[in-house]
């Protein structure tokens, strides 16, 4: 099994930044393709950013010119560094893994998911 855990959540102002970290343990090297995805109260979770093993990435639209995901596989790390960061962003993120080198934005295709964290973006 593999066990992730987020954590760099918090409150942060319109137009700030943040960064989260997602550690994974446990049968790490069953693990290739990471991504992160939220849930904002009241709406389904929705696809944020993913990463291959080798740093290959693929972002949402509404986030690609602001967030960016970057991996340190020797430390079984992911992170999301996320800027200019507005209302609409606040939701609970989470990071999930794959079994399988390949990006995708389908949540059903990760086996591996994370507790959450939780980003509040507000004045």
């Known amino acids: 099994q593999v066990q992730l855990v987020e954590s760099g959540g918090g409150l942060v102002q319109p137009g700030g930044s943040l960064r989260l970290s997602c550690a994974a343990s446990?049968?790490?090297?069953?693990?290739?393709?990471m991504g992160w995805f939220r849930q904002a109260p009241g709406k389904e979770r929705e696809f944020v950013t993913t990463?291959?093993?080798?740093?290959?990435?693929w972002s949402a639209d509404s986030v690609k010119d602001r967030f960016t995901a970057s991996r340190d596989n020797a430390k079984n790390m992911m992170y999301l560094h996320m800027n200019s960061l507005k209302p609409e962003d606040t939701a609970v993120y989470y990071c999930?893994?794959?079994?399988?080198?390949?990006?995708?934005?389908?949540?059903?295709?990760?086996?591996?998911w994370g507790q959450g964290t939780q980003v509040t973006v507000s004045s």
């Open positions: 999930a893994a794959r079994r399988i080198n390949s990006n995708s934005r389908d949540a059903r295709l990760y086996d591996y």
């Open positions: 990463t291959t093993w080798s740093g290959s990435t």
């Open positions: 446990g049968r790490t090297d069953s693990v290739y393709a």
